[in-house]
């Protein structure tokens, strides 16, 4: 009488254990890609691209900042000027929604009667947070500072 041979089945502990690599090696793979297309995707915002064009701005507002120190009276005038430039020039109407700015944009949340001081706007503007990008090394502080009194009196 013959003894039939054995074939080895795929079930058990060595079964589970290659499911499980196969999964997490996907997983890896979908986290992978999922991080470099949002790289990729971030550096291609109109946003991002509006805000390297305020570092040539920086010399024609200084300027202003210098003629904000002569009075008092010009420097509220010229700092709403120089606030909703900026506020332009930075592409913040593009996430925010601004009646001051005839904005719409609806990523951000709305500036219309917000609810925040003005040293609390600098410190969003400078550090974001929340979704919103930092801008402190893309202004300079008399620009934040000019765009969160824009936004603080709007």
């Known amino acids: 009488?013959?003894?039939?041979?054995?074939?080895?089945?795929?079930?058990?502990?060595?079964?589970?254990?290659?499911?499980?690599?196969?999964?997490?090696g996907l997983?890896?793979?979908?986290?992978?890609?999922?991080?470099l297309v949002?790289?990729?995707?971030?550096?291609d915002d109109s946003p991002a691209a509006a805000q390297t064009e305020t570092q040539g701005g920086t010399?024609?507002?200084?300027?202003?900042t210098t003629e904000v120190a002569t009075t008092e009276s010009t420097a509220t005038e010229s700092e709403g000027a120089d606030g909703?430039?900026?506020?332009?020039?930075?592409?913040?109407?593009?996430?925010?929604?601004?009646?001051?700015?005839?904005s719409s944009?609806?990523?951000?949340?709305?500036?219309?009667?917000?609810?925040?001081?003005?040293?609390?706007?600098?410190?969003?503007?400078?550090?974001g947070g929340g979704g919103m990008p930092a801008f402190g090394d893309r202004l300079s502080d008399a620009e934040i500072e000019a765009v969160a009194d824009y936004v603080e009196n709007g």
């Open 38 to 43: 949002g790289r990729e995707s971030s550096e």
């Open 59 to 64: 010399t024609e507002s200084e300027p202003a």
């Open 84 to 102: 909703a430039a900026v506020f332009a020039e930075a592409g913040c109407g593009g996430c925010h929604t601004f009646a001051a700015a005839d």
């Open 1 to 24: 009488m013959a003894v039939p041979s054995r074939r080895k089945r795929w079930a058990g502990p060595a079964a589970e254990a290659a499911l499980v690599l196969v999964v997490l």
């Open 105 to 127: 944009g609806t990523v951000g949340p709305p500036l219309d009667g917000i609810d925040l001081s003005k040293d609390e706007i600098e410190q969003q503007v400078r550090n």
């Open 27 to 35: 997983l890896f793979v979908a986290a992978l890609a999922g991080f």
